[in-house]
């Protein structure tokens, strides 16, 4: 598989960059395009947990990623996203190549993407109804990785698959294997009204430099060390995902349920683990907007450039995660969050997400913050952790 992954990815990048290059000759040149694309997402948090009595406060630059998209060819296009943190590391986020095969419905990707599974990690952090993504999307690790996909697009519904290696930054071709892939189906489409299904596939073996996974999470603030841990116990794992969303011109529901079967040598049984969300929202003077299987850009009736007043959302959401089965004791997690936003334009957006979360903190300290570790310590099992994140953002 290592070897696959490497060779299909360098000779595909490589392919596609030649066929971009110089593509169908005259045609090539007129074809080549260049978007420059960036986010910047600026939060402050305060929160503050009851039991140990501990605070979590400060500003955070959530992500600042500069890039670029265009096309090399007529069938080929590009996406290229770093990231800069608040010390001034630069991270490679994103960076693919997509090559369609004239005359045919689907297209091969390869370089970094994102795994394809779950409606909210599918859809952009920009666009995201809250400020965090579902616990179980960060918990079961679905993130961006090395790999080569194949994705196919019809008018009501896609199609995607992938191998993965790790993500570009730590060891890609030494960093455990992903297979995954996602399928959704949209019955009902029209510009103001979706019906919206989806499932997905996922199966991970572990990092074998640095041990089994392991599985964790905050309480929603990133700014937060995790308060759940199961410690490191995986040596594979599958996860199963299904997603549902309705639109109806200014309103929005939403939902999500994960399941996931760990291979576990040292447990007594393998144990499983499960999460899920569901979300109810409305907009005024503006409103959800669904493409290609994700939530997309909303759309702002009367942006301030324009005279306007910018248009608000309004969105509630529940959040569970249990890290809890008869082999493992990784606590589980349950977070209520209610979110205001205020779109000045489609790309300027300022908020605040109130959350409140009730946890069993589970027996492994294994990542834990050092306050939660401390309420173990003390047979202290249950902390509740609140507060609020306030974000400004902008887009292009």
């Known amino acids: 598989m290592k070897n696959f992954l490497q060779k299909s990815c360098y000779t595909l990048s490589a392919t596609a960059l030649l066929l971009g290059a110089y593509g169908q000759s005259a045609t090539a040149k007129d074809n080549l395009t260049f978007i420059p694309q960036g986010r910047l997402q600026v939060d402050y948090n305060f929160v503050k947990a009851s039991n140990s009595n501990a605070s979590f ?7 600042a990623y500069i890039g670029a998209r265009g096309k090399l060819a007529k069938n080929i296009s590009y996406n290229v996203d770093v990231g800069v943190d608040e010390t001034g590391k630069v991270t490679p986020i994103v960076a693919f190549v997509d090559w369609k095969p004239l005359s045919s419905g689907f297209r091969i ?15 952009s952090s920009r666009y995201t109804s809250t400020y965090e993504r579902a616990a179980f ?35 890609p071709f030494a960093s455990g294997r992903v297979v995954a892939g996602r399928a959704t189906f949209t019955p009902f489409l029209k ?12 199966h991970r073996t572990d990092n074998k430099d640095r041990g089994p996974n392991r599985y964790t999470q905050r309480p929603y603030s990133h700014i937060t060390d995790p308060i759940l841990s199961t410690g490191r116990i995986a040596e594979s794992d599958t996860t ?33 683990f499960n999460g899920y969300y569901a979300e109810a929202g409305i907009f005024f003077r503006g409103r959800k907007v669904y ?13 301030v450039t324009e ?18 089965d008869t082999a493992v004791d990784g606590g589980d997690l349950k977070t209520w969050i209610i979110g205001a936003d205020w779109y000045a334009t489609r790309s ?38 609140s507060g609020f994140v306030f974000r400004a953002q902008y887009d292009f």
């Open 348 to 385: 300027v957006r300022f908020g605040v997400n109130y959350f409140n979360s009730d946890a069993n903190l589970g027996t492994s300290s294994s990542r834990l913050a050092p306050e939660f570790v401390a309420l173990q310590v003390a047979n202290i099992t249950k902390e509740k952790v």
């Open 307 to 324: 005279g306007g007043k910018g248009a608000l959302a309004l969105v509630a959401r529940y959040d569970g995660l249990d890290l809890k």
């Open 291 to 303: 493409k290609n299987g994700k939530f997309n850009q909303p759309k702002v009736y009367d942006p």
């Open 57 to 63: 406060n400060g500003v955070e630059l959530r992500r």
């Open 137 to 171: 999307t960060d918990s079961f690790n679905i993130q961006r990785r090395v790999g080569v996909g194949v994705i196919q697009r019809g008018e009501k519904y896609t199609v995607s698959a992938a191998v993965f290696g790790g993500a570009i930054d730590r060891q």
């Open 109 to 123: 990707r390869a370089g970094q993407f994102k795994t394809p599974m779950s409606l909210d990690e599918s859809t």
């Open 191 to 202: 510009k103001k009204e979706v019906v919206h299904f989806g499932a997905a596939f996922r």
């Open 240 to 272: 199963f995902v299904g997603e549902a969303a309705w639109i109806k011109d200014k309103m929005w529901v939403a939902g999500e349920y994960a399941v996931n079967k760990a291979k576990c040598s040292t447990c007594i049984s393998d144990p499983s």
